[in-house]
């Protein structure tokens, strides 16, 4: 199982960007995907997550401006981030976390991450 990120890059203050992450082979719908970020110096923050039954949780933080979203066919998560702010800028990384029976049984228990995808916000 591998997850690979892309759509990063350099955006200005009250941009957007759509950020993908494609799980290899057909098992998007068995895992909960999340995309989790990171600033320099800052711990790791979860922004959003969608369960493979579809419940999807935000982070307080970027509630109301960025959405999850997946689409099983393609196996491809998307993270659409609108009204972005400097502080929103960070490494960004795609998981599948094996939230059932099945998923655990493919990763061992263990959440698969992507190498991550920079995302820069400009003042």
């Known amino acids: 199982v591998q997850v690979v990120e892309s759509g990063g890059g350099l955006v200005q203050f009250g941009g957007s960007l759509r950020l993908s992450c494609a799980l290899s082979?057909?098992?998007?719908?068995?895992?909960?995907m999340g995309w989790s970020r990171q600033a320099p110096g800052q711990p790791r923050e979860l922004v959003a997550t969608s369960s493979s039954g579809g419940d999807i949780n935000y982070a307080g933080s970027v509630k109301g401006r960025f959405t999850i979203s997946r689409d099983n066919d393609k196996n491809t998560v998307y993270l659409q981030m609108n009204t972005l702010k400097p502080e929103d800028t960070a490494m960004y990384y795609c998981h599948a976390d094996p939230d059932n029976w099945y998923a655990r049984q493919i990763t061992r228990g263990k959440s698969v991450w992507g190498q991550g995808t920079q995302v820069t916000v400009s003042s």
């Open positions: 082979g057909s098992l998007s719908k068995l895992f909960a």
